[in-house]
């Protein structure tokens, strides 16, 4: 069954946000808005530099219980080859935050329209697997918000301007590959010794 790795999914989420989202400059010519990824340790704000930006992080990653499945398969290929213990790929849930962020209300607007477009409230995320596959994974939004505020105390110098944000947390439902494979000597023949064996004959038909 098909699956990916975590990094993947990060990957693919910057590749269907970035260049994607657009606000109008000062001469109402569309341009894209900055992506970053960034952890979700410290102060989530961002110095934006008094543009509009979009940035992402992964806050959460949970097993998915319901779909869990034996935790190894075994494949003993053919009689000459040794046995493999494979732990399989399992299946997660990844929470996943995206922050919309504008100075204008407008944009975060307009923002906020073309990030729903992109990822519906349950959709499918497209993933490049390690094959050069399409794996499709299952994202539904959890919770959205209005966060706008001042950038006080945040060490910005835009601490005296409004701040328009969005938050959206999103739930990516995928299997992720542990890539976790034991290989063990497989047992060929059973060397008995015969005096043992005859001797342990011998006393059997005594009794």
Request: proline share 4%.
């Amino acid at each position: 069954m098909s699956s990916v790795f975590i990094d993947q999914l990060d990957e693919a989420l910057m590749t269907l946000l970035t260049g994607k989202i657009f606000v109008e400059n000062d001469k109402g010519e569309k341009v894209p808005v900055p992506v970053t990824f960034h952890l979700p340790e410290g102060e989530g704000m961002p110095d934006m530099a008094g543009q509009s930006m979009v940035s992402l992080f992964q806050y959460d990653l949970l097993p998915d219980k319901g779909r869990l499945e034996s935790d190894y398969t075994i494949d003993i290929g053919d009689l000459q080859g040794d046995a493999e213990l494979t732990k399989p790929a399992m299946p997660f849930k990844v929470f996943y935050q995206i922050d919309l962020w504008s100075d204008w209300q407008g944009d975060v607007i307009t923002m906020t329209h073309q990030l729903q477009a992109l990822i519906p409230a349950f959709g499918t995320l497209i993933v490049p697997d390690s094959n050069g596959d399409d794996y499709g994974a299952f994202v539904e939004l959890k919770h959205f918000k209005n966060g706008d505020t001042k950038l006080w105390d945040t060490g910005s110098k835009y601490s005296d301007q409004r701040f328009f944000r969005r938050i959206f947390r999103y739930c990516v439902n995928a299997r992720l590959d542990t890539a976790s494979i034991q290989r063990y000597k497989r047992v060929r023949e059973v060397a008995i010794d015969a005096d043992i064996k005859d001797k342990q004959d011998r006393g059997n038909q005594r009794g």
